[in-house]
């Protein structure tokens, strides 16, 4: 049962283009976001997150936007750059468990970005 | 060191044979996890600690996983007669406390049982 979803498995963009990555979620008791960014041999780092009382965050090229009745978000990096090529997670998060740190990940969009 | 150290980076064995994988969080994280990356795969859970208190084993595959973490802080994953399908990236990951969603990843351990 995946609870978060990532359907496309991989996106090519032009630099200096906008990326949209998306995910959906089934749960409705997630309250918490995060998007982790993921090089070829390294572990996954933190990207950006957005709580549930939100429905956009933005830092710096990275904005993430939430839709709770659709129960979807999306990542837009603008403009997109040849070093954020590298595989996007999206992780959800139950804080009402008492343990938000206990994340559910998609299986990942691998993002190109080409010149 | 600053970040989540994980050893060794790459790990091939045989079929049957046991393995241990090690995850040294960063000071003052009081919660560890343990992920695997299958190939083609997201993050799969398997098993978290919190401080002193029992451990979350919700997410291992079977009887050969276990994992301890001793004093607080370095932990191990085992994983007995290894299986072929047992072959992924092991991540481990620390975060401040059960509340803090951030996680702090470790570069992972490619297993790959032959």
């Known amino acids: 049962d995946q609870q978060v979803k990532q359907n496309s498995p991989s996106l090519s963009v032009q630099e200096g283009r906008i990326s949209i990555l998306n995910c959906d979620y089934t749960?409705?008791?997630?309250?918490?976001f995060l998007w982790y960014k993921k090089y070829p041999a390294e572990g996954p780092t933190f990207l950006i997150s957005?709580?549930?009382?939100?429905d956009k965050n933005e830092d710096g090229r990275f904005t993430v936007f939430l839709n709770k009745s659709a129960k979807h978000l999306s990542l837009h990096i603008v403009p997109s750059q040849p070093g954020d090529s590298a595989v996007y997670f999206c992780?959800?998060?139950?804080?009402?468990?008492?343990?938000?740190?206990?994340?559910?990940f998609g299986t990942g969009t691998r993002l190109q970005v080409t010149l | 060191g600053a970040g989540v150290s994980q050893s060794p980076s790459n790990k091939v064995t045989e079929k049957g044979k046991d393995v241990e994988l090690r995850c040294d969080p960063i000071?003052?994280?009081?919660?560890l996890y343990w992920y695997r990356q299958s190939l083609g795969q997201g993050l799969e859970f398997l098993i978290y600690?919190?401080?002193?208190?029992?451990?979350?084993k919700s997410g291992l595959p079977s009887d050969r996983f276990s994992a301890e973490r001793t004093g607080g802080s370095v932990s191990t994953l085992t994983i007995q007669r290894t299986q072929q399908e047992d072959s992924a990236v092991y991540l481990c990951?620390?975060?401040?406390?059960?509340?803090?969603?951030?996680?702090?990843f470790g570069s992972g351990t490619q297993l790959s049982v032959l």
């Open positions: 992780a959800a998060s139950d804080g009402g468990t008492g343990t938000a740190s206990k994340l559910t």
């Open positions: 957005i709580s549930s009382i939100k």
């Open positions: 600690f919190q401080g002193n208190s029992a451990p979350d």
């Open positions: 990951a620390s975060s401040l406390g059960a509340q803090n969603p951030k996680l702090f």
């Open positions: 749960n409705s008791m997630f309250d918490y």
């Open positions: 000071s003052g994280h009081t919660a």
